[in-house]
């Protein structure tokens, strides 16, 4: 069965730490660009961090410094590192195996290879 899941989600104090975590079955993270999305409501999905096939990193302005996306060799995972956490972070965060374009009207994506998500919420 393909499936992508994430876990590490969860409640923190503002300048805390999280690490969000996503494992593909039955596939693997080499056929696209994987990312890491949110979505507040009322707003649109934005695109936080995406990793290239070449290890290269793209992130929203807001979380650079902060936020560090990972992979791992067998590209089966896909790694969030989330340190210094503002309230502004709390979202639903989602992880996708082709993180194709920096925003979308809803997470997750309809047929696509997305996770269901996972709560962060960051406490002042």
């Known amino acids: 069965e393909v499936k992508v899941v994430e876990s590490g989600g969860g409640s923190v104090q503002a300048g805390g730490s999280l690490r969000l975590s996503c494992t593909a079955s039955?596939?693997?993270?080499?056929?696209?660009?994987p990312g890491w999305y949110r979505q507040v409501p009322g707003n649109e999905c934005e695109l936080v961090a995406r990793i290239g096939t070449d290890g290269s990193a793209d992130y929203l302005d807001s979380v650079k410094g902060r936020f560090t996306i990972s992979q791992d060799n067998a590209k089966k995972m896909v790694y969030l590192q989330m340190n210094s956490l503002k309230p502004e972070d709390t979202a639903v965060y989602y992880c996708a195996a082709d993180a194709a374009l920096n925003k979308y009207v809803y997470c997750p994506r309809p047929n696509h290879y997305w996770g269901q998500g996972t709560q962060v919420t960051v406490s002042s």
């Open positions: 039955g596939f693997t993270f080499d056929v696209a660009d």
